[in-house]
């Protein structure tokens, strides 16, 4: 969706509502359909076996699971299916992930082109058609508002405009990412600067003339920055942690290494307080190519240390881009020493060029920028791409801890029967990746069947 007109501070894209009525409930008290309600004519509540709320690629596969095993479910989507894709995604985006991994329970990639990168309207499309496909019980339009435990202490009970809903089990599927990360310090950017959010950021053109400060430097704030070169703007970018690591090695894509090296296996739990690492940096523009801020630098780019603060008119900087430089470079050495070790076995000789094809680091010099004078600079814009935090205001359940994170194992909550899905790092991973939500999917469908069998 075009953004008309420069955007403010935070500002989001207005989403059109689609109210959709409440299917006829019917009129026998016997087991519904899988996408029926049961009413309750006591309490008048719409009862249902499962809630799932949020229809993108995690709910959905959600759905799958549970149809393959005959239980009763909704979908309760505030928008509409694969939001997301649809409105928070900038023009040229496309898939991360080679096509062939564009993939859900039941419908695997049935295109010609395997090794390429869809735009990110054909993933969009791939889900809508996924939805209708597996019939989907969805419910577009309808938003929660609040969840809490019935009073009789055996179900939930969901808020919607709607009306009430009860439900034995609910799985929470309202995506991995769902506030955008904009400091306070946002509030003393000059007026005559426009701010935007990378889900709000769309193209080049979209922004006034002048150079861009980028804050961010992960898939978002790489990718973004890129673009903003290439079509010849100049740019900031504040560095933040990431991971370094190339988008082929030795005849091979990424994703092939990290599925054969078991990097999709290791879970949250492998880490020091399930701190995960950073995120790596992918894109798939141009048939895919290798991109980090390193790169960004030699190009063009000028690379700042962390964004601490706004005053006066000025950027205030940390002294740490080269530190979160080196530590990107040692984790792609250690991504290259794991693949050649890999390589160097009998059954993988066949299948990556013995060649070894890595690029060494790029020869950049950063000098440190304690601060900078963004009106001195002719920066207009900057794009905050600072990473994302959880929205669960509405969860009234002790299943948020004091910082607002899911308190979770593989989904699996305190309460019993509620669930989790789709986060990133939820347990690999691949908890959140379009590719492989169904693996996490299908093993809160069975834990469900574990507490109540049909």
């Known amino acids: 969706m075009d953004i008309d007109g420069p955007p403010g501070v935070n500002?989001?894209?207005i989403f059109d509502r689609h109210t959709v009525p409440v299917p006829g409930r019917p009129k026998s008290r016997g087991r519904p359909a899988l996408g029926g309600?049961?009413?309750?004519?006591e309490s008048l509540y719409e009862e249902h076996d499962t809630v799932i709320i949020g229809g993108g690629q995690a709910g959905l596969a959600m759905?799958?699971?549970?149809?393959q095993r005959g239980r009763q479910h909704i979908v309760l989507e505030r928008f509409t299916v694969a939001e997301r894709w649809r409105s928070e995604r900038w023009d040229s985006l496309r898939f991360q992930l080679p096509n062939r991994w564009l993939d859900l329970p039941g419908k695997p990639y049935a295109?010609?082109?395997?090794?390429?990168?869809?735009?990110?309207?054909e993933v969009l499309r791939f889900v809508v058609d996924y939805a209708a496909e597996i019939e989907a019980p969805v419910r577009t339009g309808v938003e929660v508002t609040g969840l809490s435990r019935d009073d009789r202490g055996a179900a939930y009970h969901l808020e919607t405009a709607n009306g009430p809903i009860r439900a034995r089990h609910v799985v929470?599927?309202?995506g991995p990412f769902q506030r955008p990360i904009v400091p306070g310090y946002s509030h003393a950017v000059p007026a005559s600067i426009c701010q935007i959010d990378a889900t709000c950021y769309r193209n080049p053109q979209q922004l006034p003339p002048g150079a861009v400060l980028v804050v961010g430097s992960g898939n978002s704030g790489c990718?973004?920055?890129?673009?903003?070169?290439r079509s010849g703007r100049r740019v900031f970018l504040a560095v933040s942690r990431h991971s370094r690591?190339?988008?082929?090695?030795?005849?091979?894509?990424?994703?092939?290494?990290?599925?054969n090296l078991g990097r999709f296996d290791v879970t949250i739990d492998s880490f020091p307080?399930?701190?995960?690492?950073?995120?790596?940096i992918l894109t798939g523009m141009d048939g895919g190519y290798d991109l980090d801020p390193r790169r960004l630098g030699v190009e063009g780019a000028t690379l700042l240390g962390r964004l601490v603060g706004i005053a006066d008119g000025t950027a205030v900087l940390a002294d740490d881009a080269v530190d979160a430089l080196a530590a990107a470079d040692r984790s792609y050495a250690g991504f290259l020493e794991a693949a050649d070790h890999l390589a160097a076995t009998t059954s993988m000789q066949s299948e990556v060029d013995q060649q070894d094809r890595s690029v060494p680091p790029l020869p950049f010099q950063i000098e440190s920028v304690p601060a900078l004078k963004l009106s001195g600079e002719n920066v207009r814009t900057i794009v905050w791409a600072s990473g994302y935090g959880y929205n669960y205001d509405w969860v009234n359940l002790k299943i948020i801890d004091a910082n607002g994170t899911p308190v979770q194992q593989r989904g699996v909550t305190p309460c019993p029967g509620v669930y989790f899905l789709g986060l990133h790092w939820m347990h690999t991973f691949r908890s959140a990746v379009l590719s492989f939500v169904g693996r996490d999917a299908a093993y809160i469908a069975d834990h469900i069947e574990s507490l109540a069998p049909i």
């Open 11 to 13: 500002m989001r894209p």
């Open 63 to 67: 759905s799958y699971h549970l149809r």
């Open 273 to 280: 307080n399930r701190r995960y690492p950073p995120s790596v």
């Open 37 to 41: 309600a049961r009413v309750s004519l």
């Open 245 to 259: 690591v190339p988008r082929r090695y030795r005849g091979q894509d990424l994703i092939w290494w990290y599925e």
């Open 223 to 229: 990718q973004i920055a890129d673009e903003l070169l």
């Open 111 to 121: 295109g010609t082109e395997p090794d390429g990168f869809v735009h990110h309207s």
């Open 172 to 174: 929470i599927a309202t």
